[in-house]
């Protein structure tokens, strides 16, 4: 399988600029709708936006298939293509829509190339920033050519993280702080730029993680699943976590997952 990870870039880049920025702020009510319930949001400019990296994704790598979150809510049989043979474009082409409708900018866009459950490929971008990471399997995380590497770990008093909407009070007592930008997107750049440090998810949906755990991991970052498994670009519940080493998550995770003794989201 051959694909040019520039050209990957490429597309994301022009279907933010052509698709997501001009709707930034100027959505009208009717280009905003709710799905499973009225906080869980989708616009014009995620529909639109997906459709255009589905067909210039699909297009750029001949055989692959595609499974993004707004046709997965509507065809949840679109979630299969992940267990077949087939290259599979993963893709979140509005990551914290919530924010993106109510005009607040933390939000981005998040596209893995997934194969025989293992992610090839993975690339975020902020278009608010124009903030752009992308990397390929054993090739590193890079950011305007420059290659990224997850900070050394600080003291655990002096880390910052994202945990979800729960500020867990045994988390609260031991680290600098908690944020919530709700958007994965968001955690998973400031966590490669090294803004935060460790990052707690309990649901897991493939178009939120399967780029930025690849990216953190070739960054030289350490991450697994609560129970010490490795990340698998499924739907999941079983929880996971991200820190700068082995040693600092085995400290953190009892402070975020209720069944190693903490508290989870």
């Known amino acids: ?40 949001l989708v616009t014009d400019a995620d529909i639109y936006a997906e459709q255009a990296l589905s067909q210039r994704l699909s297009a750029l790598l001949p055989g692959s298939v595609v499974v993004g979150e707004e046709s997965c809510y509507q065809d949840q049989t679109i ?33 893995a190339l997934v194969r025989g459950g293992r992610t090839i490929c993975g690339c975020l971008h902020d278009p608010i920033r124009n903030i752009t990471i992308a990397g390929e399997e054993g090739g590193g995380a890079w950011s305007d050519g420059a290659r990224l590497r997850v900070p050394p770990a600080p003291p655990l008093t002096a880390m ?15 680290v ?7 958007s994965a997107a968001q955690d998973y750049l400031t966590l490669l730029l090294g803004r935060i440090h460790f990052a707690f998810y309990q ?3 493939p178009w939120d993680h399967a780029a930025g755990v ?15 498994s490795s990340y698998r670009p499924i739907v999941s519940d079983k929880g996971m976590l991200l820190a700068p080493d082995r040693t600092t998550w085995q400290a953190l995770l009892p402070l975020v997952d209720d069944r190693s003794g903490g508290t989870r989201e």
């Not at 600029?17 to 009225?38: D, M, N």
């Open 203 to 205: 649901r897991l949906l």
């Open 214 to 228: 690849l990216l953190h991991r070739e960054a030289g970052g350490y991450n697994a699943m609560a129970d010490g």
């Open 79 to 111: 979630l299969d293509r992940l267990s077949q043979e087939a290259p599979v474009w993963v893709l979140d082409p509005v990551d914290g829509t919530g924010n993106f409708a109510r005009g607040r900018e933390r939000f981005g866009v998040i596209v």
């Open 176 to 182: 600098a702080g908690v944020v919530h930008y709700a």
């Open 1 to 40: 399988m051959s694909f040019d990870l520039a050209a990957v870039v490429q597309i994301v880049r022009e279907v933010a600029a052509e698709e997501i920025l001009p709707r930034f702020g100027t959505l009208k009510a009717h280009q905003i709708r709710s799905k499973s319930h009225p906080g869980d």
């Open 160 to 174: 910052r993280g994202s945990i979800g909407t729960r500020r867990t009070s045994p988390l609260e007592n031991k």
